[in-house]
């Protein structure tokens, strides 16, 4: 079992860049697969991309190339590099991990973080 904790949101200005922060507490986090969603007021939890335990990311067409995932497991620490941001990416993202699943839908996920606010204007 682990607990997570995000950090690193913020108000930004469109076009800049922010670094995201899952910081694991607990047993075993390398062996866990991450995932960011967001969810911005009266909206759905969206995904915005994935890292397995070995590494390898998936991104979603909405993010890709401008959002990048990596973890660094000494640290219990995985990161959302999101650049070029624009004011649609404003939301609460949060992370998620599971041992068993690796996959796109909240329901994947059985740990999460409470979130972190990014606001980009315009």
């Known amino acids: 079992q682990v607990q997570l904790a995000e950090a690193g949101g913020g108000l930004v200005q469109a076009g800049d860049s922010l670094r995201l922060f899952c910081v694991a507490s607990g047993r075993g986090f390398s062996g866990y697969a991450v995932a960011w969603f967001r969810q911005a007021p009266g909206e759905e939890r969206e995904f915005v991309g994935r890292i397995s335990w070995s590494g390898r990311t998936i991104y979603p067409k909405s993010v890709e190339g401008r959002f990048t995932i990596s973890r660094d497991n000494a640290k219990n620490t995985v990161y959302l590099q999101m650049s070029s941001l624009k004011p649609e990416d404003t939301a609460v993202y949060y992370c998620?991990?599971?041992?068993?699943?690796?996959?796109?839908?909240?329901?994947?996920?059985?740990?999460w973080g409470q979130g972190t606010q990014v606001t980009v204007s315009s």
């Open positions: 998620g991990a599971s041992l068993t699943n690796y996959g796109d839908s909240p329901k994947d996920y059985e740990y």
